[in-house]
């Protein structure tokens, strides 16, 4: 299963929110929301958040065995 808690500690790491991202960097409330649900995202978004984060993938997602 795919879990995105590194994405979590990586905001805050950088001193990022939520509300930041979705008014500063445009992103939709409803990727937050599938973020926080652990639900599918493209690659384009993962390479955006990369970006916007200055981070790695593994900041953002991790691989956890069911």
């Known amino acids: 299963m795919i879990t995105y808690e590194p994405f979590y500690k990586t905001l805050k790491e950088k001193g ?3 509300y930041k991202l979705i008014n500063e960097y445009k992103l939709s409330r409803s990727l937050i929301d ?3 649900h652990n639900k599918p995202i493209t690659t384009v978004t993962l390479n955006d958040l990369c970006s916007i984060l200055d981070c790695k ?3 953002i ?3 956890k065995k069911d």
Request: net charge negative; aromatic share 8%.
């Open 16 to 18: 990022i929110s939520t």
């Open 34 to 36: 599938r973020l926080k």
């Open 61 to 63: 997602l991790e691989y």
């Open 57 to 59: 993938v593994e900041d």
